[in-house]
């Protein structure tokens, strides 16, 4: 399919575009069929939040960074649609914190995964895991194809970054101990609910937005960034979340009724 060329002045160009990315990352099978549909809800929940990084994302970015940072073997979770969107600033992330890329796919085909794999490297990737060719164990206490996992990377790691995930795999991964971080526009999500930090915020925001604070924070001592992590209260972070969505929608409400009442003034004066 002939990519669509978003008009430059489109008011909604930057949301097009990446959805521009998203389809051609399902041409290329990358995304599954299914991402498309998650991309769509991750649509409405950015629209919720207003299309930008609250101070609240910005905090939990801060501390899951810290707790990346400050881990003994950290691990970053790849699945379709991340890559899609932010293969580059994944890479850069992995190099800046020193955690893998791992492929886990959770409607998992050979062609998804070379396909990944491919987009991966030419991202500049040196080191992936989570590929057939791996050495991997399974978790026990899942039944997606999820539950198939690098020895090296997720089955041994302390913390793992889940970026944009379903549900099931981080109550499974907390109950083995590990601290999960998640990214995730809907902090009314199973992920989000489960996770030890949620990121509430658009991928292809605080991806860069972490790289950012990687490199800030890279020479901070580790106890206090474990300390960073380990104070975060994630029930008060989505809580607050999930307000900071009822108060964009009240503004939004009442910009309409002003709207309105502007409306039926100039009608009743002209
Ligand atoms: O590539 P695979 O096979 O591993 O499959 C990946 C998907 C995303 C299809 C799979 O994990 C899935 O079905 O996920 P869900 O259950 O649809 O959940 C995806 C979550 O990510 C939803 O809560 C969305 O709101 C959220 N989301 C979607 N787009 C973004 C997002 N969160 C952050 N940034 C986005 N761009």
Not at 102 to 126: C, H, M, P, Q, T
Not at 208 to 218: D, H, I, T, V, W
């Amino acid at each position: 399919m002939k990519k669509i060329e978003v008009p430059p002045d489109h008011p909604r160009r930057e949301s097009l575009e990446v959805r521009e990315r998203v389809i051609e990352g399902h041409e290329k099978h990358i995304v599954a069929t299914a991402g498309l549909l998650a991309h769509g809800r991750g649509e409405a929940f950015d629209y919720l939040i207003g299309e930008k990084t609250s101070e609240q994302a910005r905090r939990a970015a801060r501390a899951a960074v810290a707790a990346i940072l400050s881990a003994d073997n950290p691990v970053v979770s790849v699945n379709g649609n991340a890559c899609a969107l932010v293969a580059n600033d994944l890479v850069s992330l992995s190099k800046a914190t020193g955690a893998p890329l791992e492929i886990n796919l959770f409607y998992y085909a050979r062609e998804r995964e070379d396909a990944v794999l491919k987009s991966l490297r030419r991202a500049g990737a040196e080191r992936i895991l989570g590929t057939h060719d791996r050495p991997s164990t399974t978790i026990p206490e899942l039944s997606s194809n999820r539950r198939k996992v690098d020895t090296e990377g997720i089955a041994r790691a302390d913390v793992v970054l889940v970026p944009l995930e379903d549900g099931d795999r981080t109550e499974a991964l907390r109950a083995l101990g590990k601290f999960v971080i998640a990214i995730d526009l809907n902090p009314m999500s199973r992920t989000a609910t489960h996770a030890d930090i949620t990121i509430v915020d658009n991928i292809v925001r605080v991806l860069p937005l972490m790289n950012g604070l990687a490199q800030e924070m890279k020479d901070q001592p580790r106890e206090e960034l474990k300390r960073m992590a380990s104070e975060f209260d994630n029930r008060a972070n989505l809580s607050e979340s999930i307000r900071l969505i009822m108060a964009h929608l009240e503004s939004e409400a009442s910009r309409h009724i002003s709207l309105h009442e502007n409306t039926v003034e100039g009608l009743a004066t002209s």
